[in-house]
């Protein structure tokens, strides 16, 4: 049974808030939520959408009526555990910091007072968990960045930001799976294929992974990802 | 069956894509529905030829876009008021269309309105990517972006059966400036504060040329009260955010699945395909709806979406009306 608040987006879309908090109780809260709506739903809902806190469901809305959107939502909280899944997977992945491949992280160290390599290895040292995925195909948003090390975004969002920048802005950590504009601040890059439309899994990342992030001396070094545990 | 029939590009103006209802299902992988901007006239013309309303056809933008048919084949210009040219003369849009091989149809920049849309019977065939034909532009995935001198296959469509259809004048968008968008309140309306809701819907916006298909922004007044470091949520098309600066942003099909901005108003589903068809500098106006308001604003679309009749020229019985005349869920919802 999860405690729930439930708005309405527009007249096709409803938010399922189950925290006013960013942390790992309420992502795994949001995750259990997603899966009960998805076995409760029997079709109604065109799109499950987790994030940080909540839930968006979208509804044919001549199909389905709020009050029965609603109603369905309600139930899968009821029904929904707070049990964290048991079956964790853990993703490696390289990254090349610095230099050209993170042209924030000299001065994000510096920011910090801390030396590189010690800057590098504190943010290598957690694991991250990712929390769901969003903004970008694949992109994944990561609990788990040490407070000691949150920087602000950047004031002006840069027009291109290349595919593979980790990147972190305030509590969060990030990989873009491809080129974009964006405002975070950027450490090192990967090759790994964070999203990929026409594999059969086109996320390599999926909401509960551990990811572990391992310094690679080259970029070539980065480009195959290990995994370890999970039913995947 | 033979060679597929093809349609050739000759000019793809602006921005041209093969688009369809959007990619449903998916968002949980941070993959945007895209799709057709405006569902209703991605709809109307889709019917108008006969297809489901979730076939693939073309969506152009702004300058209009040059095609060729390389053989016989039907189809139905919808959305944004533009003259139309088959072969060289001037034909009716919301209507079907018999055009014959080496005819160029030719859409013109619109009057009002800012994006058409080119349904063939039969459809527009590219392969489906995560269930979809839509072209996410912005990811680069799916569909197709057209570009001049594409071909484009078309599929087996039901041309020797081809009666004329037209929608009545009633039933099409009306997109004259000053466009009225109808909304509810949003679900960060309450943090927000009344006051900068009653101030959103007392404003006259206008478009800006910063808009794209992942969302219309609008300017002409910075409203204060909007945060930038809210908790990211899902968000959906119609979503009215507003961002730190003050302008508001109205998500249209191709927006990212979550977003950080409060969502301060919501454009309801049956205006969404006015607020993609808003140009740079046209005035926009929210204008406020309660839940029943915007139910019966959808119930009327779909049933304007069924004012299809056959053109009055000696088509007694048209065998496709059943077909036409099938409901709004025939497709996804947008």
Known sequence: MLEVDIKPVGDAALQIVVGDRVDREVVARVSSLARAIERAGGGAFSDIVPAYASVLVRYDPLRVDQAIAMAL???????????????????????????????????????????????????????????????????????????????????????????????????????????????????????????????????????????????????EETTSVDFVGGAA | MSEPRRLVVRDAGLLASVQDLGRLGVGALGVSPSGAADWFSARAANRLVGNGDGCALIETTMNGATFEAIDPMTIAVTGADAPLWIGGKRKHSWRSLRVEAGDRIAIGPPASGLRSYLAVGGGVEVPEV???????????????????????????????????????????????????????????????????????????????????????????????????????????????QLPGDGSPIVLLAEHQTTGGYPVALCVITADIPLAAQVRPGDEVRFERIDRTGARDALTDAASRLRAVRAVATGATHDPDAARLGRGFAEGASS
Not at chain 1, 131 to 149: K, S
Not at chain 2, 137 to 156: E, H, I, M, N, P
């Open chain 1, 73 to 219: 939502v309600r139930g899968a909280a009821e029904n929904a555990s707070e049990l964290m899944n048991a079956d964790i997977r853990t993703v490696r992945i390289g990254v090349c910091f610095g230099g050209e491949y993170g042209v924030d992280f000299e001065t994000a160290a510096h920011e910090l007072g801390m030396r590189e390599a010690r800057f590098r290895d504190a943010f290598c040292k957690p694991d991250y968990r990712v929390a769901f995925l969003g903004f970008l195909a694949g992109f994944p948003y990561l609990l788990g960045l040490p407070p000691a090390l949150a920087l602000p975004r950047l004031a002006t969002p840069r027009p291109r930001v290349p595919a593979g920048s980790v990147g972190v802005a305030a509590f969060q950590c990030g990989i873009y799976p491809r080129q974009s504009p964006g405002g975070w601040r950027l450490l090192g890059r990967t090759l790994a294929p964070l999203f990929d439309a026409s594999r059969s899994a086109p996320a390599l990342l999926a909401p509960g992974d551990v990811v572990r992030f391992e310094p690679a001396s080259s970029i």
């Open chain 2, 130 to 240: 995560l269930g979809s034909a839509a072209t996410d532009v912005g990811g680069g995935f799916g569909g197709r972006r057209l570009a001049t001198g594409d071909s484009l296959c078309v599929g087996a469509g039901s041309s020797e059966r081809f009666s004329e259809c037209e929608f009545e004048p009633g039933a099409i968008l009306a997109l004259r400036p000053p466009l009225r968008l109808r909304a509810v309140a949003g679900p960060d309306a309450s943090r927000l504060g009344s006051a900068v809701v009653d101030e959103l819907f007392a404003h006259a916006f206008r478009g800006s040329t910063r808009s794209s298909r992942q969302g219309l922004r609008l300017e002409g007044l910075a409203i204060t009260g909007g945060e930038s470091d809210s908790i990211s949520a899902g968000v959906c098309a119609g979503c009215v």
